[in-house]
Structures are given as structure tokens and as C-alpha cells.
């Protein structure tokens, strides 16, 4: 079994500013793939980020980075330079055993 | 490239009759797709895989009987939910996959579904 928790209900951020949402994983599986999503208002799931776990380095997509701790099974959201349209549902997921599992999600606010 | 689209986007539908949703594949054939619900402010839930030309397989705790998948095509499954009641209203979203693996999940935008 494979489960992703995120302590983090709902944060804010200031517009232009960062903000690091904060995601944990728990797998028996040593090869696995590490997502984030986004989840806006319409509802459309948008891939965010995505890290494969034999990969030590972090993924990084223009002002969104990871901080992966894979002994720690840590797996960080970095959103640099925060827009107004970077408000959403943000959820932590693990591919793993041909399942993706999700958390239950981060609600970002960006405050102008 | 890789476009998943749902339809219809949003149904209602009185307590007793059949929905079915359909799951296509707009630019890539998909030998797996995925069926999710969300219920308000909460997370996705998978609740099966679907295999083009083979028997779904259902997440323990989701009724086979309830929920019908079909995938009969690479670009098309169909999830029935039949004889629906009010409970199983919900938002409901599929995933399609390519060649590139499972762990490449494209989304659908979703179907709302409501039970009176």
C-alpha cells in the first residue's frame, strides 16, 4: 500500500513571493514517481511537476521546484515569484504498483 | 498533444436510472485508462483501471455492479453508474495513459454528476 499525506490544508502567499507546500509519502515499492498536481477552479487536473525516484535531483519547471527527500520520503512543493493565477488545489501523488495515490490536497491562496 | 475529453460534462439524472460517462482519448490511442471520484473538497479516489479489450479491475470497496466499465476501443471507456442514487453524486474523472506508461496519466476534465 501507498499513502501521501499533506499536513497542510489551506496556505496563502503573497503575490510574488514564495511558498513551499509541504508533502510526505510512505510506499513499499523501490521504483515509484513522485507528481504534483494542480487543481484549479474548473476542476481540470494539471500536472504541476513530476519527479522519478531513482533521481536524485530535484525537478524544476520554471518557478516551480521540488525538494526531494527520498530517506525522509519528502516530497516539497517550491512555488517561486507566486502569480494570481497559481491559485488552486495542490495535490501530492505517488505512482507506485500501477496505482497513482493522491493526498488530500493544499488550497493556495495568492493574496494581491 | 495528449487531450482527454468527458462526456457529458455535467448530468442529472433521477434516483433509480442508469448515467454513463464516456472517457476518449482525443489524440493518442490509450491501452489503459483510469477512473477517479472526488467527492467535495477532497481527494481523488481511483476507482479502476481499464483495460482496452479486458475486464476492469475495481479498488476494494467499489461495487462492480454499481459502476460498469466498458473499454471497448483504445480511445473510449465508458463508466455506468447504475441505478443511481443520491449518494453517488459526485464528481467523476477519468485518466488516460500512452504509450509513455502509467505513470503519465492525462487527465479528463471531469463529469459532475448529480442524483435527485
Known amino acids: 500500500a501507498q499513502t501521501v499525506t499533506q499536513s497542510q490544508p489551506e496556505m496563502s502567499v503573497q503575490e510574488a513571493e514564495t511558498v513551499t507546500l509541504s508533502c510526505t509519502y510512505d510506499?513499499?515499492?523501490?521504483?515509484?514517481?513522485l507528481f504534483w498536481y494542480k487543481q484549479p477552479p474548473s476542476r481540470q487536473m494539471i500536472l504541476v511537476i513530476r519527479?522519478?525516484?531513482?533521481?536524485?535531483q530535484n525537478a524544476t519547471e520554471n518557478r516551480f521546484s521540488v525538494n526531494f527527500q527520498k530517506a525522509a520520503k519528502s516530497f516539497s512543493l517550491k512555488i517561486s515569484d507566486s502569480q494570481l493565477g497559481d491559485a488552486a488545489m495542490y495535490f501530492c501523488?505517488?505512482?507506485?504498483?500501477?496505482?497513482?495515490?493522491f493526498g488530500t490536497g493544499t488550497r493556495l491562496t495568492i493574496i494581491p | 498533444g495528449a487531450v482527454v475529453s468527458q462526456h457529458p460534462s455535467w448530468v442529472i439524472c433521477k434516483s433509480g436510472t442508469s448515467v454513463k460517462i464516456e472517457c476518449r482519448s482525443l489524440?493518442?490511442?490509450?491501452?489503459?485508462m483510469f477512473w477517479y471520484r472526488q467527492f467535495p473538497k477532497q481527494s481523488l479516489m481511483l476507482m479502476a483501471t481499464?483495460?482496452?479489450?479486458?475486464?476492469?479491475?475495481?479498488e476494494q470497496g467499489v461495487e462492480k455492479d454499481k459502476f460498469l466499465i466498458n473499454h471497448a476501443s483504445l480511445t473510449l471507456s465508458t463508466l455506468t453508474v447504475t441505478s443511481a442514487h443520491p449518494e453517488d453524486s459526485s464528481f467523476y474523472i477519468c485518466?488516460?495513459?500512452?504509450?509513455?506508461?502509467?505513470?503519465?496519466?492525462?487527465f479528463g476534465p471531469g463529469t459532475r454528476l448529480t442524483v435527485l
Open positions: 481499464s483495460n482496452e479489450g479486458s475486464k476492469a479491475t475495481y
Open positions: 485518466s488516460a495513459v500512452t504509450s509513455g506508461g502509467a505513470n503519465e496519466q492525462f
Open positions: 501523488a505517488i505512482f507506485g504498483n500501477e496505482k497513482l495515490t
Open positions: 510506499t513499499s515499492e523501490s521504483d515509484y514517481y
Open positions: 489524440d493518442f490511442q490509450a491501452t489503459t
Open positions: 519527479q522519478e525516484a531513482y533521481k536524485q
